[in-house]
């Protein structure tokens, strides 16, 4: 669970620089649901590569590393009874 962790902490820094309420656990559904939409947004091929202003090789890297969010966000949502959204990008 430590990649969901740190992915939420890494959230949060953007979303409290918006003014919005830090994501914590337990996570609620619509936690859940806004997680789906942010990993889809991330794992869109213009912001995986971030315009192409990265290599393959970190791109990979970063999909990697937001496969394993998506991973650790599913097993979450198996054990919390939660419903996993469809990440489309996956």
Same mark, same amino acid.
Request: charged share 25%; net charge negative.
């Given at each position: 669970? %430590? $990649? =969901?962790?740190?992915?939420?902490?890494?959230? $949060?820094?953007? @979303?409290?620089?918006?003014?919005? /309420?830090?994501?914590?656990?337990? +996570?609620?559904?619509?936690?859940?649901?806004?997680?789906?939409?942010? =990993?889809?947004?991330? #794992?869109?091929? *213009?912001? +995986?590569?971030?315009?192409? *202003? /990265?290599?393959?090789?970190?791109?990979?890297?970063?999909?990697? &590393? =937001?496969?394993?969010?998506? %991973?650790?966000?599913?097993?979450?949502?198996?054990?919390? @009874? #939660?419903?996993?959204?469809?990440? &489309? *990008?996956?």
């Amino acid at each position: 669970m %430590q $990649n =969901l962790k740190n992915f939420i902490d890494d959230n $949060n820094r953007w @979303t409290l620089l918006i003014s919005r /309420i830090a994501m914590t656990f337990p +996570l609620s559904q619509a936690d859940v649901d806004s997680l789906a939409r942010t =990993l889809d947004s991330k #794992l869109s091929p *213009e912001n +995986l590569y971030c315009d192409g *202003e /990265i290599s393959r090789a970190e791109a990979n890297r970063n999909y990697k &590393y =937001l496969t394993r969010v998506a %991973q650790e966000l599913e097993a979450y949502c198996a054990s919390n @009874t #939660l419903t996993m959204p469809t990440v &489309y *990008e996956l």
